[in-house]
């Protein structure tokens, strides 16, 4: 006699609940192959390089209702959800004393972006912040004499570890090699010290470049997930028109943007990261400007 009382497992759980995402996904396809203006606004969306299967499921409800041929309803509609998905960090009106450490892949401008953020917190806000430099990229050849250029020009001075304790400064910004995950035992050693030896807040910034695929970005992340990512900082933006793949990466990661680099100058074109300058560059595709 079969038991009926016989427990669900997990995996047959996942494996129903992975059925019926099939089973919608198809059913919103044919749905939406009956509404010309609706298939008309997911194919504008997917050809600014959104997937097609999220638009489709997202839109296909509002068939049959009175969205249905309004196209700028419509694109509204779509606009207000990415809205709705991404997650920006906004700066705080008075910065915490931290330790900001700058992580992330090789080649993407984490050394300008040391320089850009500390002008930023020195001159640029409505109060001057006493701010550090701190140099941990030990392989990059030129790495230290970069920021002591840009701690030359600033007027800010390049520390050692025992300066951490030793002297008061309202932000440390800290430089790091750019790694693919087998150095950050280092990193992470460092970070204990800190906060063993001091009262700093620790703030982990992973920066990425808006000129990756989507598939390159997750992978930068699950390498560097493991340090407590604080927020996200998306630099290069000056150098791609499109931005789906970084859309599609903020999409689905629940971790905020804060800053985005739009170009080289300092420390003009770093910008805190807003949902509407992205919403319009993605729209535009001119992010450039």
């Known amino acids: 006699m079969k038991n009926e009382n016989k427990p669900v497992t997990v995996e047959e759980i996942q494996v129903l609940r992975n059925e019926i995402l099939l089973m919608y996904e198809s059913l919103a396809k044919d749905v939406i192959s009956h509404a010309p203006l609706v298939k008309k606004v997911v194919d504008i969306f997917v050809d600014k390089g959104l997937e097609q299967k999220w638009l ?113 400064y309202d932000i440390i910004l800290i430089d790091t090699a750019g790694s693919t995950g087998d150095d950050l035992l280092e990193l992470d050693a460092l970070i204990e010290i800190i906060k063993e030896s001091t009262s700093y807040k620790i703030e982990l910034s992973l920066v990425l470049s808006a000129t990756s695929k989507v598939k390159d970005l997750k992978r930068i992340y699950t390498v560097f997930e493991a340090l407590e990512i604080n927020s996200l900082i998306f630099t290069k933006l000056d150098e791609t028109y499109d931005l789906s793949d970084m859309i599609n990466f903020l999409i689905e990661n629940e971790k905020p943007l804060s800053y985005l680099s739009i170009g080289q100058k300092i420390p003009e074109d770093l910008i805190v990261a807003t949902k509407e300058y992205l919403l319009n560059q993605f729209m535009n595709e001119e992010n450039n400007e």
């Open 56 to 168: 489709e499921k997202l839109l296909a409800p509002l068939v049959g209702s009175s969205f249905e041929e309004d196209e700028v309803m419509l694109v509204a509609y779509l606009l207000e959800e990415l809205d709705s998905l991404l997650t920006v960090k906004e700066e705080a009106k008075k910065l915490e004393k931290s330790v900001h450490i700058i992580v992330g892949g090789t080649g993407i401008g984490k050394t300008s972006l040391v320089g850009k953020l500390g002008a930023r917190y020195t001159y640029l806000l409505d109060k001057g912040y006493k701010v550090a430099f701190f140099n941990f990229d030990h392989h990059k050849v030129g790495a230290i004499e970069q920021l002591e250029h840009y701690a030359d020009a600033m007027d800010i001075p390049i520390i050692s570890l025992e300066d951490f304790v030793d002297k008061e």
